[in-house]
């Protein structure tokens, strides 16, 4: 028998063995030292000039172009070494292991940047901004010694505390119970209901934040500092808006993604989602008032058994020829949308679960009738043939 599906997140969940094979048209609404030197590159060269302080005299060597090092003032030590941008990844990486030290607002500013260069610091009100000086104000943060990525991790989630309202009075001033931005405390410490999940190695593995009705505000791009990340639902919070970050196309470990019901109005899908094709098993992004075409990228995720893009504005034709790589889909939802086209054929035989307008997206798999199982006919309701179970 075919059920109707009651709501995305609920149907995201279920056991798949549990479930009859089915494809239906339509359907009901449903609803992340010593002295002091300096060694100064010119850009035009290769010329170290190695100055000391000293005046023993000047020695002249070559060097990469892209090195910056400033070490120290006069008695200061040489470990307050710092990062500075480059668009080398050599020198990135040389400017990477020279960051060992206190934990200052330069340097943290330095690595922030070189691991998300559109993080910007400009504003003082921005969520980024503040975000930054409450770790330099939080003794546990400059103290306890914390790795890089440690302190990537730490910003992001913060920067998320406040680009989502966690520091918001009134309605949304919820956030504050919920036991995030504690100091002294890891990060994967913070939180009231196992929102928040790590390894052993306190790497960030799971973000579950879906219905917190008090969250407003946008989804910021430091979402993509948090690379270890396999489990990712931020879904059903209609106050946050904005674009979808293309930085979720970092998150390369991740398995399911869940941004269903949010308030993305005017915005289109990601293409970087693509980028996560090596892992990536669920998609939904159902009911969030995206607009603009299905990604063409989309066609890369060959993992992926369970997509939704139902009742959004999408519009343009179904990339077919790309859909069809999708060779383990298991559940498709893209009901509700202004998509035309048609269905790859090849996806009939995996489909367990599925729902299209059928006026609009040619099935070759699916018949005339009605939904069967007690539901209203849709637009044209069809059923598939070729691997729905007998009745």
């Keep these: 028998m075919v059920r109707t599906r009651a709501s995305s997140s609920t149907a995201s969940r279920e056991d798949a063995d549990d479930k009859k094979k089915r494809a239906v048209c339509g359907g009901d609404k449903l609803h992340g030292g010593y002295g002091s030197f300096s060694m100064q590159v010119k850009q035009s060269g290769w010329i170290l000039v190695l100055a000391l302080a000293i005046g023993i005299g000047i020695l002249t060597v070559p060097a990469p172009a892209s090195l910056v090092v400033a070490a120290g003032s006069t008695g200061g030590s040489t470990s307050s070494n710092i990062l500075k941008p480059s668009s080398s990844s050599s020198s990135s990486k040389i400017q990477e292991e020279l960051m060992d030290g206190d934990v200052t607002e330069e340097n943290l500013k330095l690595l922030i940047k070189l691991k998300s260069p559109s993080t910007s610091f400009e504003n003082e009100t921005s969520p980024q901004s503040i975000a930054l000086e409450w770790m330099l104000e939080d003794e546990y943060t400059t103290t306890a010694g914390l790795s890089k990525e440690r302190?990537?991790?730490?910003?992001?989630?913060?920067?998320?505390?406040?680009?989502t309202g966690g520091d918001a009075t009134g309605e949304h001033s919820a956030w504050m119970h919920r036991g995030w931005l504690l100091g002294g405390k890891h990060e994967c410490d913070w939180g009231a209901f196992e929102e928040i999940e790590c390894n052993a190695q306190g790497q960030l593995r799971k973000l579950e934040l879906w219905m917190f009705d008090f969250m407003a505000g946008t989804f910021p791009a430091e979402i993509g500092l948090l690379t270890t990340l396999r489990y990712l639902d931020l879904s059903d919070n209609e106050a946050v808006g904005g674009p979808i970050p293309t930085q979720i196309g970092l998150l390369t470990q991740?398995?399911?993604?869940?941004?269903?019901?949010?308030?993305?109005?005017?915005?289109?899908?990601?293409?970087?989602?693509?980028?996560?094709?090596?892992?990536?098993?669920?998609?939904?992004?159902?009911?969030?008032?995206?607009?603009?075409r299905v990604p063409t990228e989309l066609g890369r995720l060959t993992n992926l058994y369970s997509l939704s893009l139902h009742r959004n504005d999408l519009t343009g034709p179904i990339p077919t020829t790309q859909l069809a790589k999708l060779t383990n889909l298991e559940r498709l939802f893209?009901?509700?949308?202004?998509?035309?086209?048609?269905?790859?054929?090849?996806?009939?035989?995996?489909?367990?679960e599925g729902w299209i307008d059928c006026g609009e997206v040619i099935c070759d798999c699916c018949i005339q009738g009605e939904v069967i199982g007690g539901g209203p006919p849709c637009r044209g309701a069809a059923v598939v043939a070729t691997s729905l179970e007998q009745q």
């Design 151 to 163: 302190l990537l991790q730490r910003f992001a989630m913060t920067t998320f505390y406040y680009a």
């Design 334 to 352: 893209m009901y509700e949308t202004q998509v035309s086209g048609s269905l790859p054929s090849s996806l009939c035989p995996r489909l367990e």
């Design 254 to 292: 991740l398995t399911q993604l869940y941004l269903w019901g949010n308030g993305h109005y005017g915005h289109t899908i990601p293409t970087h989602l693509g980028q996560l094709s090596s892992t990536l098993q669920i998609l939904e992004l159902a009911d969030s008032g995206l607009v603009g």
